[in-house]
């Protein structure tokens, strides 16, 4: 599914086709996807998008009137194109712009969502359970430290947790976890602040260069201009179970940690 640095790589698509113009209509093709799409954002039309902000994995549209809530689900996209443009199979929601252009979302499985907050307060509640963006000051070593203390849960999924810090999806688990030394099975209480701080180090520095590469291609996302991301190509454990470790030629191996697949190399990960 889309992670965070796809969605980052979304909004910066997105952002200068969308800001500062005005809606000329708002269209629901398909109105139930993880929750239904409210009819109330017909009201929309006429008024101007001041930004696009990112939240976790929400994206979060700014306008003077309240905020729009997108969140891609496990396989959406989002396209600009011409407003004369043909609709594909699965383009649920669309905002058409006075500019000529028109935002498409097109989710094949309907676990996106659009949804619609009056105020800041109510934006707020609904996002109020999330942990901190991985790429910011707050989210230091220290703080997840503190946060493990007394924790037997496994490492990866106790940084795969949106209430510990948000974002940090299967893909950059594993491959930072990897860059760390840490064994994804490792209790997250048995961790020193030392490795923490270069586990922290390593995750903002893994999201950041997929971020600056376009997102990784998996083959349920593309760029809002429709080309896919170009981070895949870099990934040192992700995907490459049975394959030999880049670091030290040993088979890499694979077990199943928190319902998902988790690649590591018992020789670097101890």
């Known amino acids: 599914m889309p992670e965070l640095p796809e969605v980052e790589v979304t909004r910066l698509g997105i952002t200068p086709w969308l800001q500062g113009q005005t809606i000329a209509a708002i269209h629901i093709y398909h109105k139930q996807l993880r929750w239904p799409i409210p009819e109330s954002l017909y009201q929309l039309a006429g008024h101007r998008i001041e930004a696009i902000e990112r939240r976790a994995k929400y994206l979060i549209v700014h306008c003077k009137q309240g905020y729009l809530l997108l969140h891609l689900g496990m396989s959406g996209k989002l396209r600009v194109v011409g407003k004369e443009t043909p609709r594909v199979k699965h383009d649920h929601f669309e905002i058409e712009l006075t500019s000529g252009q028109s ?17 800041i307060s109510a934006l707020n509640y609904h996002l109020k359970s999330l942990g901190p963006e991985p790429l ?25 947790d949106n209430k510990i810090v948000v974002g940090v999806g299967n893909i950059y688990a594993t491959e930072s976890l990897f860059l760390s030394g840490i064994h994804p099975k490792r209790a997250a209480g048995n961790i020193s602040l030392k490795r923490y701080k270069i586990l922290v180090e390593n995750i903002k520095k893994v999201l950041a260069a997929a971020i600056e590469q376009g997102g990784t291609t998996l083959k349920d996302f593309a760029k ?11 990934l040192l454990v992700y995907g490459r179970s049975g394959q030999a470790c880049t670091v030290c030629g040993e088979t890499l191996k694979s077990m199943q940690l928190g ?8 020789n670097c990960q101890k």
């Open 103 to 119: 935002m498409r979302l097109n989710d094949p499985r309907r676990f996106g969502a659009v949804l619609w907050f009056a105020d």
């Open 136 to 160: 910011l000051a707050e989210f230091t070593a220290e703080y997840l430290y503190q946060k493990s203390r007394n924790k037997q849960t496994a490492i990866k999924p106790f940084i795969m």
């Open 224 to 234: 809002a201009d429709g080309n896919p991301g170009y981070f895949a190509q870099k």
């Open 259 to 266: 319902q998902r697949a988790s690649v590591y190399c018992k």
